[in-house]
């Protein structure tokens, strides 16, 4: 029916362009090598591609902290190459999604510049700007990246909010010319042609009158204070609304126009622009039920949240180093799903730019053996691809990419592991625990570069950021040729996603949910069905008897003893 929404039967790609492709050498990805690469991302089948930010930005959060919204960053390229790779997508059917950073700017953002200049001018309510002690913060709220979430700002006197690094200043909501600026921001990308953002922390954008000390020990239990004042703060709802009808209903017409994907995968005629942008939001921390308020279907908030709750286990935090309990996978998803209203919709991710990558933590350093790489990689995507929702796979997913063996810091580039690493020392911890900590959770396992091909195929120089895999096979030059590979598995999987709407608008049937290791499920539409079959877990088992006579048509065939980690589908015989 033509009231569903595009991005409901879309799978999405998030691409970080830092490490996708580098055109010319200097080690940092760039717009131009993402153009090179559309190809890769049309064949696998993506609708939509979401960029990590490409925008101007001195780079102490990786682009998360920008200085100028309205300009690329110099190592990525020009808007020039912006406006190809809009074109670029869209000539091949493929929409495409920025990211929007609007908890905060950087400190080297003009607005922040000329706050600081004139703290009682215009610009100084952009900012949490706030008189004060210079040896004593407003409050004790810390930042996520360690150490207290103000700075003292000496030539304002002031001190300066920011939840993340030093160098990511927290925009004032409540001040209605920065929610004007950010409509605006977001207007000027739409008429440019892009189809929506991903909304950075979107869920910390209120704060509250008064900006009220953290509960301690709240702060003890989580391991940051003051985050229950702004998680979901007063005025978020009114927030979204507000910029939804501000900023994501189309003013004016966009640059270029989408082509149709057809249901078996060739491109029809461009369709009509889509009168709102999608809004995806990132919102750490809402859990099943506020999240479902920020995308319940008739709230006009956000169109779908990322829900965290399924990166770890119950009990941990990606700081530890433990064994993903893969029946956590099937708990989370049943619990989700069944939390959410009727017509509400969920977004479907397992690896991001911010996380270990979902394979490693569920193979538990097996995935060193090739075949339990393959086996898990696709047993998460035949998951991903199959779920009731919209799929987000980020980069290197499709290669069965795994966490690398960094051994120094020095091999690190991000700022949260390096700042946690000094944090830990400075508390007492050996150097050795320390260690084991950040690597265990080190968002720089899955910022490493894309392996284009056996030798790397990233850049013809140094990259910024090196990973150790060098596994053979697992390249996209050897994966895109293999009909057993990773590649070709996700590629098989979408390409059947698109032309049964059993296995994306359907109904979802869990099967033996109690059985330990075993995630099953039928999906249903319109008298068509098909049933999913996982051994989540490490050794063999028997196959659980299901009603019915089935047709094997990924994996298989469907013997009585299921291998390690194999996943099937099978489709019903009528
Ligand atoms: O991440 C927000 C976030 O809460 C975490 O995932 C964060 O990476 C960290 O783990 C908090 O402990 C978003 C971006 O995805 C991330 O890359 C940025 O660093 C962050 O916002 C700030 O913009």
Redesign the pocket.
């Given at each position: 029916p033509a009231s569903v929404p595009w991005w409901r039967d879309a799978v999405f790609y998030q691409v970080y362009p830092r490490s996708f492709a580098d055109s010319d050498g200097d080690g940092i990805g760039d717009i131009r090598g993402i153009i090179d690469h559309l190809d890769h991302l049309a064949d696998l089948g993506v609708d939509c591609v979401w960029l990590?930010p490409i925008f101007a930005s001195p780079n102490e959060?990786?682009g998360?902290?920008i200085s100028d919204y309205r300009a690329v960053m110099d190592e990525m390229g020009t808007l020039d190459d912006v406006d190809d790779l809009i074109r670029g997508c869209h000539e091949r059917g493929m929409r495409i999604i920025l990211d929007l950073?609007v908890?905060?700017t950087s400190d080297r953002h003009e607005w922040f510049e000329r706050a600081v200049a004139d703290p009682d001018g215009p610009y100084g309510s952009y900012y949490f700007l706030e008189p004060g002690d210079p040896a004593r913060p407003p409050n004790n709220w810390t930042s996520?990246?360690s150490g207290p979430a103000w700075r003292w700002i000496p030539e304002a006197r002031r001190w300066a909010l920011h939840l993340?690094?030093d160098g990511?200043v927290d925009l004032r909501w409540d001040t209605p010319a920065v929610r004007d600026e950010v409509a605006d921001i977001v207007q000027w990308w739409l008429a440019r042609g892009i189809d929506g953002f991903r909304l950075?922390?979107i869920n910390y954008i209120s704060k509250p009158e008064g900006l009220p000390d953290g509960n301690p020990f709240v702060g003890e239990l989580m391991g940051?204070t003051g985050v229950e004042h702004y998680f979901y703060g007063p005025r978020l709802g009114e927030f979204l609304r507000g910029l939804r009808a501000d900023g994501f209903t189309r003013r004016a017409a966009p640059a270029s126009t989408v082509r149709r994907r057809l249901p078996d995968g060739s491109l029809g005629d461009p369709q009509t622009p889509d009168e709102v942008g999608v809004m995806v939001g990132?919102t750490?921390?809402v859990g099943i039920e506020l999240g479902r308020m920020l995308s319940g279907s008739d709230r006009g908030e956000l169109d779908l949240v990322f829900n965290?709750d399924v990166l770890d286990t119950p009990g941990h935090t990606?700081w530890d180093d433990y064994d993903f309990d893969p029946d956590y996978l099937k708990d989370y998803y049943r619990r989700y799903l069944e939390g959410i209203g009727e017509g509400d919709w969920i977004a479907v991710f397992l690896d991001?730019?911010?996380?270990p990558r979902m394979l490693s933590k569920l193979a538990g350093g097996a995935e060193s053996d090739p075949a339990v790489r393959t086996a898990v990689g696709r047993l998460l995507a035949t998951v991903q691809l199959t779920m009731r929702g919209t799929p987000f796979l980020f980069q290197g997913q499709e290669l069965a990419a795994v966490d690398q063996n960094f051994t120094r810091l020095d091999q690190l580039r991000d700022v949260?592991s390096i700042n946690r690493y000094e944090e830990l020392r400075a508390a007492g911890k050996g150097p050795h625990d320390a260690w084991a900590e950040i690597i265990a959770g080190s968002?720089d396992h899955a910022r490493v570069p894309m392996r284009w091909s056996p030798e790397g195929g990233f850049t013809s120089g140094t990259p910024w950021l090196e990973g150790s895999d060098d596994a053979l096979g697992f390249s996209a030059a050897e994966q895109v040729l293999d009909d057993a590979s990773v590649y070709s598995w996700h590629k098989k999987l979408i390409g059947l996603r698109r032309a049964n709407p059993a296995l994306t608008r359907g109904t979802l049937t869990w099967l033996r949910p109690g059985v330990k290791g075993y995630l099953a499920y039928i999906r249903e539409a319109d008298g068509e069905a098909f049933l999913v079959e996982c051994n989540a877990s490490p050794g063999p088992r028997r196959r659980p008897k299901v009603a019915g006579d089935w047709e094997p048509i990924l994996g298989g065939p469907r013997a009585e003893t299921m291998t390690p980690w194999e996943s099937t589908v099978s489709r019903r015989i009528r």
């Open positions: 990590s959060d990786m998360y902290d950073v908890n905060h996520f990246f993340f690094a990511q950075d922390v940051f990132e750490p921390g965290f990606r991001n730019h911010d996380n949260e968002r």
